[in-house]
C-alpha cells in the first residue's frame, strides 16, 4: 500500500545542473555503486508512475510548497528509520534520529497549515535504493537528504520576497545545518573534515536553485514535480 510523505552568487543553471546532477547526490550520500544504479535510472520509472504533475506554483508560495516538498521526503525518511530501526542502532543513536524526525515532523506541518488551501498534496516517497536495515545506508541517505535541505534553504532565500518568510527559513535552515552536523559526526566521529565538502572555498555552505535541487531527489518521490513558475 502505497504511503504519502505527510504521513509518515551561483553559477548558470546549465552549468550547475551539469556539475552537479544526479551523481552529486549520490556522491553526497555515499550510498553503494549498486544502489547508484537505480537512482541513475529512477527518473524513468518515476515518469511511468504517474502523469500527473505537481506544480509547485509561483511567488512566495510557490518557494514554500518547495520547501513543503523538502519537508515532506525528510519527515518521511527518518518516520520509516525509527519504525524500522538498522541492525544495532544505539541508544544515543535511536535519541538522536528520533530528535530529528521530530523536527522535521514539525517542519512539514508548519509549512502544511502556513499554505492552507494552497498547499500541494501528499507527496509519495520512493525510498527503494535505501536498505533501512543497514546503518551505512541509512545514515549516508541522511546526510544526503540534510545537505540538501541546507543547500536548497540557502538557494531558495534570495527568492522569498516576504521578509517573514524569510525570517522563518532562516530559522529551519540553521537547524537542518545542525542536523547535517550530527549525522556527520556519526558517520565519522571526532573527523577533521565535519562539513563534507558542503562549504565552498570562501568559507560559505552550498547554495543550489530550486531546479538543481528537485532534479536531484526526484528519485526519492514517485510523484513528478515542477517548479518552471518558481522565482528565478
Not at 551539469?18 to 552529486?24: A, E, I, N, P, Q
Not at 559526526?185 to 528537485?214: H, K, R, T, W
Amino acid at each position: 500500500m502505497k504511503q504519502t510523505l505527510t504521513q509518515i552568487s551561483e553559477p548558470s543553471e546549465g552549468a550547475m545542473l551539469s556539475k552537479v546532477g544526479r551523481r552529486y547526490f549520490l556522491r553526497s550520500a555515499g550510498v553503494a555503486a549498486a544502489t547508484g544504479a537505480f537512482i541513475l535510472g529512477a527518473c524513468t520509472e518515476q515518469d511511468l508512475a504517474s502523469d500527473d504533475t505537481v506544480n509547485l506554483g509561483t511567488g512566495d508560495l510557490g518557494i514554500l510548497n518547495y520547501a513543503y516538498a523538502l519537508e515532506q521526503l525528510e519527515a518521511a525518511f527518518y518516520t520509516q528509520v525509527m519504525m524500522t530501526p538498522y541492525l544495532n542502532m544505539t541508544d544515543m543513536e535511536k535519541w538522536i534520529l528520533t530528535d530529528i524526525r521530530d523536527h522535521e515532523i514539525i517542519h512539514r506541518e508548519f509549512f502544511k497549515t502556513a499554505l492552507g488551501s494552497n498547499a500541494i498534496k501528499g507527496l509519495t516517497p520512493n525510498f527503494s535504493a535505501i536498505d533501512f536495515a543497514d546503518r551505512k545506508s541509512v545514515l549516508g541517505a541522511a546526510k544526503l537528504f540534510e545537505d540538501t535541505g541546507v543547500a536548497a534553504y540557502n538557494g531558495a532565500g534570495k527568492l522569498i520576497k516576504d521578509v517573514n518568510y524569510l525570517l522563518v527559513a532562516g530559522k529551519i535552515v540553521s537547524v537542518e545545518a545542525r542536523h547535517a552536523s550530527a549525522i556527520a559526526d556519526l558517520i565519522n566521529p571526532n573527523a577533521l573534515e565535519f562539513a563534507g565538502g558542503q562549504i565552498n572555498n570562501m568559507g560559505l555552505e552550498n547554495a543550489y536553485s530550486p531546479s538543481v535541487i528537485l532534479s536531484g531527489v526526484a528519485p526519492f518521490i514517485m510523484d513528478k514535480i515542477s517548479g518552471k513558475d518558481l522565482p528565478r
